[in-house]
C-alpha cells in the first residue's frame, strides 16, 4: 500500500510549509488526487487518520478532491471529461486524446493558525 508513503511525504511537505510561515498548528489539508493517479483515497485517509497522531495535522482535516480524467482530442479538439476509463473521443471515437488533467496528486491548500 503505496498510500502510506505518500501520506508521510504529504504531512512531512505540511509540517515544513508551517515551520517556513511560523505556525503552530494546521487545521486543514486540501489535496487533489486525479483518478488516473493510482491513489486510493479511502486508504489515503485512512492512512492519514493514523499518522497525523503526533504531527503538527493531529487536529488538521484531509479534504480529498477526486479530480476527474479531462483529454483533449488531437482530431478534433474536443476537451472534456472522460466520463469512464476509455479512452476514445465522445465527440469524434478518435483514440489520439491527451490527458490534460486528472493522473497527479497534489496538494492544493493549507489552513495554519
Do not use: W
Request: one cysteine or more.
Amino acid at each position: 500500500m503505496h498510500e502510506l508513503a505518500i501520506v508521510q511525504d504529504l504531512v512531512a511537505l505540511c509540517e515544513k510549509n508551517a515551520k517556513q510561515n511560523n505556525a503552530k498548528e494546521i487545521e486543514l489539508v486540501e489535496i487533489k488526487v486525479g483518478r488516473l493517479s493510482g491513489v486510493e483515497p479511502h486508504y489515503l485517509q485512512s492512512c492519514y487518520d493514523v499518522f497525523k497522531e503526533g504531527t503538527m495535522c493531529a487536529n488538521a482535516e484531509l479534504k480529498i478532491h477526486l479530480q476527474e480524467i479531462v483529454v483533449k482530442c488531437e482530431k478534433c479538439d474536443f476537451e472534456g471529461i472522460l466520463e469512464k476509463n476509455h479512452f476514445v473521443c465522445p465527440k469524434c471515437g478518435s483514440s489520439s486524446l491527451e490527458v490534460i488533467d486528472g493522473e497527479e496528486l497534489y496538494l492544493m491548500r493549507l489552513t495554519m493558525k
